[in-house]
């Protein structure tokens, strides 16, 4: 069945390092969001893009994350360099952003980084 | 942007009872509402959603139901089970409903 593919699920890092997380939307979804998900702020909105375009960033830190979107299967959301308060689990969500359905958000299973 | 708040932070309820859990919104724009259910591990799942120009929509077990003039909405789920159990999280949209804002969640703990 469609479902949002996230790689990896568990990643464990070192302070300082790049982290790179990958999703793989559901197919002929043209909308992608990618959430942050911690026990004191809860979900939070980092980016999102449409047709792979990136709409609004504004939730990122811009000095160490970066989003993009190589192909339509592809979302990519990286930190460098990683820092222990990165420590979060990072969603992807997809939807299929048309005119009636413009905010349904599908989510993957997330990606639970470990920065230490 | 949208502030949503969700209310109670946990609710435990004895198998076979009902339960509420409520949300407010603060954009008036909104015409959206979402629930989602997470289990401990996994990404939130939406399980159902409503939109302004209803006041009620149900799905077998669960229900919303949305109050627009008092900007608030509800999920209520009858009967409930064991496999309830879980975080439920509501939603509203903001900037032109393209992006959702999360409620801070539910914890919802059914006690066999």
């Known amino acids: 069945d469609a479902r949002v593919t996230q790689t990896p699920r568990h990643k464990v890092t070192e302070m300082g390092q790049e982290v790179t997380m990958r999703c793989q939307p559901i197919l002929g979804h043209n909308t992608v969001f990618w959430y942050r998900q911690t026990m004191m702020q809860g979900l939070e909105l980092l980016a999102y893009f449409r047709n792979r375009a990136p709409l609004d960033d504004s939730g990122m830190p811009k000095d160490r994350f970066s989003a993009e979107m190589p192909d339509a299967t592809l979302a990519t959301l990286k930190i460098q360099p990683s820092e222990p308060r990165d420590s979060a689990v990072y969603f992807c969500?997809?939807?299929?952003?048309?005119?009636?359905?413009?905010?349904?958000?599908?989510f993957g299973q997330g990606t639970r980084l470990t920065v230490v | 942007g949208e502030n949503v708040e969700q209310h109670p932070s946990t609710l435990s309820v004895q198998e076979g009872d009902s339960a509420v859990i409520k949300c407010t919104y603060s954009?008036?724009?909104?015409?959206?509402f979402p629930w989602y259910k997470q289990e401990l591990g996994k990404g939130p799942q939406l399980i159902i959603d409503?939109?302004?120009?209803?006041g009620e929509k149900k799905d077998q077990r669960i229900a919303v139901t949305l109050n627009k003039t008092a900007k608030h909405f509800s999920l209520h789920i009858t009967e409930t089970q064991p496999e309830d159990s879980a975080v439920y999280f509501c939603a509203a949209p903001y900037f032109g409903n393209e992006k959702l804002t999360f409620g801070t969640g539910t914890r919802l703990t059914i006690i066999p």
């Open positions: 409503i939109r302004s120009n209803v």
């Open positions: 969500a997809s939807g299929p952003g048309t005119a009636v359905m413009n905010t349904e958000a599908f």
């Open positions: 954009d008036s724009a909104s015409n959206y």
